[in-house]
């Protein structure tokens, strides 16, 4: 998010400085890696705003830096979850198709044997809403395009730059910066904190932040069976009814996405162990892993539930999984993504740019105060 609010102040002309506390392509955080999904599958107004903006500006980004950063292989959702149950819950997957209209932006109902059809590498018990106009959005190489544009109109980047401490003032915050052991002091009119899982140790007692709780994600990569679907994945989101008998194993919904090379990658939502982003172990949660490769197994005939490479990310997410984005005095904030939050990355940059020069406040769910 930083990256792309070097990006979006740059195009303004801005005189911009970029700290970032690890090299290129470091596996830290949030995010890197291959891919993210670009999931479409959102009601509400304020998202799907958000949505609409960040695909023309990812293809925007894409012209100026001349990489390739979407690919849109399509995104179904399917489940028994909020959203394609019986009854209230199932309006909430008509809404998103409603919404989605509204915009231009393609979906479908289509039956669980037509799904199967198409994705046999899947298996589907309920309807599906598929879009053809989601899939997935390349992470590594998006940071790294936005902070290639960002520097080409003139903002500074610099990598392994530690913030190890902030002090604000009404106009102005002071930044030391530590580089290679050596500590400089950088005074900002405007300073914008994009510090992920490090947010609260950085602002914790100089704004009053929501609750930010930062957990450790253990999603897999399992491998391809190629004679069942081969390349031929759409990326997913499951939703499930956890009170079934089926889903006594469940620890939340499910996301997934093809990673070329790699394998399907497979994760529960945001429901790792609580960490500490100093103290990581990278290590995975038996329990869960084993879940996750039974998931496999009842779901995914496509992949090898026995072969399978772990990954360790981080979440930083608030209670009500809305993101913060907001600004007190000198400072603005945007911090909370709650899993959800990459694809709308270029959005989220240009709204804490607005917030940064003009003070322009984004809607309120993404008030700090809450």
């Not at 400085?17 to 009601?43: D, I, K, T």
């Not at 809403?129 to 590594?140: E, I, K, N, T």
């Not at 779901?299 to 490479?309: N, Q, R, Y």
């Amino acid at each position: 998010m930083g990256s792309a609010t070097a990006w979006a102040l740059a195009r303004r002309g801005r005189e911009v400085l970029l700290a970032e506390r690890f090299e290129p392509g470091h596996a830290m955080g949030a995010s890197h890696g291959e891919f993210r999904n670009f999931n479409v599958a959102y009601s509400e107004p304020d998202y799907v705003a958000m949505l609409v903006e960040a695909r023309c500006l990812w293809e925007e980004l894409e012209a100026a830096s001349g990489a390739e950063l979407l690919d849109l292989v399509g995104l179904v959702n399917h489940g028994e979850g909020p959203g394609n149950g019986d009854g209230e819950s199932r309006a909430s997957f008509d809404a998103v198709r409603a919404a989605l209209a509204g915009t231009g932006v393609r979906s479908e109902f289509l039956r669980p044997e037509e799904a199967h059809e198409r994705w046999p590498g899947m298996r589907f018990d309920t309807r599906v809403l598929f879009s053809p106009d989601s899939g997935r959005v390349r992470a590594d190489a998006s940071v790294a395009a936005l902070q290639q544009v960002a520097t080409s109109l003139g903002a500074e980047v610099r990598h392994a730059t530690r913030a190890v401490d902030i002090r604000v003032a009404d106009d102005h915050a002071d930044v030391d910066l530590e580089t290679d052991g050596r500590v400089a002091t950088v005074r900002a009119r405007s300073l914008v904190v994009t510090a992920g899982a490090w947010t609260e140790k950085l602002l914790g007692d100089r704004i009053r932040l929501p609750r930010l709780v930062v957990t450790q994600e253990q999603p897999a990569h399992f491998a391809l069976r190629p004679a069942l679907g081969g390349d031929a994945w759409p990326s997913f989101n499951h939703l499930h009814d956890r009170s079934s008998e089926s889903g006594d194993y469940w620890y939340s919904d499910v996301y997934g996405m093809l990673t070329p090379g790699e394998g399907v990658k497979v994760g529960w939502h945001g429901t790792g162990l609580v960490t500490d982003p100093d103290a990581r172990t990278f290590e995975s949660e038996p329990v869960q892993l084993e879940a996750l490769r039974r998931y496999a197994a009842d779901w995914l005939p496509g992949v090898d539930p026995d072969d399978f490479a772990e990954i360790s990310c981080t979440y930083t997410s608030t209670d009500t999984t809305d993101f913060v984005l907001d600004r007190v005095g000198p400072v603005t904030v945007g911090a909370g993504f709650s899993g959800h939050g990459f694809k709308f990355t270029p959005t989220v940059g240009r709204i804490l740019a607005d917030l940064a020069t003009a003070g322009d406040r984004p809607p309120s769910r993404f008030a700090l105060a809450r």
